[in-house]
T-cell receptor
Framework: DAGVTQSPTHLIKTRGQQVTLRCSPK?????VSWYQQALGQGPQFIFQ???????QRGNFPDRFSGHQFPNYSSELNVNALLLGDSALYLC?????????????FGDGTRLSIL | AQSVTQLGSHVSVSEGALVLLRCNYS??????LFWYVQYPNQGLQLLLK??????LVKGINGFEAEFKKSETSFHLTKPSAHMSDAAEYFC????????????FGKGTKLSVKP
């Protein structure tokens, strides 16, 4: 049973560029959340996708956008990259519903901005 | 607004000693609480969760946590540390209104000395 998979594992970009990160949820999960983890910090919630719609969003600018596909996989897009966007980006999947369900995390994409 | 405070960014114990990692939460509604572990260059793995059932929660790898409403705490313990427990540990809170999105503490790095 495959867990959450993310690609790529590492990425180097320069300021002003755009990036797309990808996530496939754990089998049977229909909800995908994205988190940003800066060095030495806990993960911070970016947004969550359910039924191909953004269901909730954290305190991140519009440069951060996403998408969920009919097979529940998801993309995170970041435009106009800043040095401060350097971080580990984590994707987590869960089973949708009213009650908070445990989220299962992928190993993340390490994004470095030069 | 919800928040999580983890006391001690770094805890060091000897192999075989008690592990105690502290977590205090702030929530205006009954919370759901989680402990996650992160090994170097990996994502987060769920250790245990509290969802308003038993106040003493047992997790994987011999860890357990006790929910104390009067103290707004959810401390993580393990009777006897093993070298393989060395990792970073994150406490997280969620509630029914957040669609399962997690608010994390800043993490506690556990070192285990031989």
């Amino acid at each position: 049973d495959a867990g959450v998979t993310q690609s790529p594992t590492h990425l180097i970009k320069t300021r002003g560029q755009q990036v797309t990160l990808r996530c496939s949820p754990k089998s049977g999960h229909d909800t995908v959340s994205w988190y940003q983890q800066a060095l030495g910090q806990g993960p911070q919630f970016i947004f969550q996708y359910y039924e191909e719609e953004e269901r909730q969003r954290g305190n991140f600018p519009d440069r951060f956008s996403g998408h969920q596909f009919p097979n529940y996989s998801s993309e995170l897009n970041v435009n106009a990259l800043l040095l401060g966007d350097s971080a580990l980006y984590l994707c987590a999947s869960s089973l949708g519903g009213g009650a908070p369900r445990p989220q299962h995390f992928g190993d993340g994409t390490r994004l470095s901005i030069l | 607004a919800q928040s999580v405070t983890q006391l001690g960014s770094h805890v060091s114990v000897s192999e075989g000693a008690l592990v105690l990692l502290r977590c205090n939460y702030s929530s205006s509604v009954p919370p759901y609480l989680f402990w996650y572990v992160q090994y170097p260059n990996q994502g987060l793995q769920l250790l245990l969760k509290y969802t308003s059932a038993a106040t003493l929660v047992k997790g994987i790898n011999g860890f357990e946590a006790e929910f104390k409403k009067s103290e707004t705490s959810f401390h993580l313990t393990k009777p006897s540390a093993h070298m393989s427990d060395a990792a970073e540990y994150f406490c997280a809170v969620s509630d029914l209104g957040s669609q399962g999105n997690l608010i994390f503490g800043k993490g506690t790095k556990l070192s285990v000395k031989p």
